[in-house]
DNA sequence: CTTTCATCTCAATGTATCTTGAGACATTAA
DNA sequence: TTAATGTCTCAAGATACATTGAGATGAAAG
């Protein structure tokens, strides 16, 4: 991740709509949710969404599929977790009280406590 | 982190200028620089920097205090590893692979590899 | 083949954001 | 006090973004 995709990343996040796509769609797992579905947790119209799925799919933060007569979107995680990690290569940069809390927060979420690669 | 509180700090990142004067600020350290110094690594107008300025400090990523002539900005490291914890805590909901890369390459970084806290 | 359903595309509108330039304000030095 | 320095504020203009509504497209059912 570069700084043109984590800025492009990081314009697609800064809307509320679209954060919340987001989380709904990491939550909903690999299989993601069709449009429809998405739309109605959102309360959006289907222009609506449209234009912010299309938005999301452009900065690579979801991936669509068609499934019949819906269009399936989905997180797309590495998309995710490489943004993550440019903020934290970023930020770590000899300053590793930047990113020490928030590996700390890790620990109270679901992931395994990785062992430290090398 | 709330979510308002995120959307401001990921609209704050989500532009060149500003995300290069949070890079610039976090590796200058807790002393900062003075807003004359960050416009000249920018290149930026002082009207410029300062619009981009004020947006970073009210987004709560800077801080502003006055130095003789001088007003010396500096990286609010809290904010950054706030919104990092907000979109880790975010995506890991069930969902460790996104987020177990981003903890991977954190052993890039300078950072201590934090025993994990329970 | 026609209808229905799910979603997308387009144009129009309003709002927000970024940049520029001129000038104001605060601080220090002469 | 006057001048110089560093930064901010304001108004104006250009560009980008978000929302709406109407209609087009593609897939499936009758």
Redesign the interface.
Known sequence: MD?TQ??DA??A????TR?RIV?LL??A?PDGMAAGAIGEAMGATSSRLSFHLTHLEAAGLVQSRRDGRSIRYS?V??A??????F????????????????????????????E???
């Open positions: 700084e984590a800025l990081l314009g996040l800064a809307q509320e954060l989380r990491v939550t797992g997180a995680y590495d995710l977790s490489g943004l993550i990690a903020l934290m290569r970023d930020c770590c940069q000899g300053h590793p009280e930047v990113c020490t809390p928030a590996v700390a927060s890790l620990a109270a979420c679901a992931c395994p406590s990785s430290p690669a090398e």
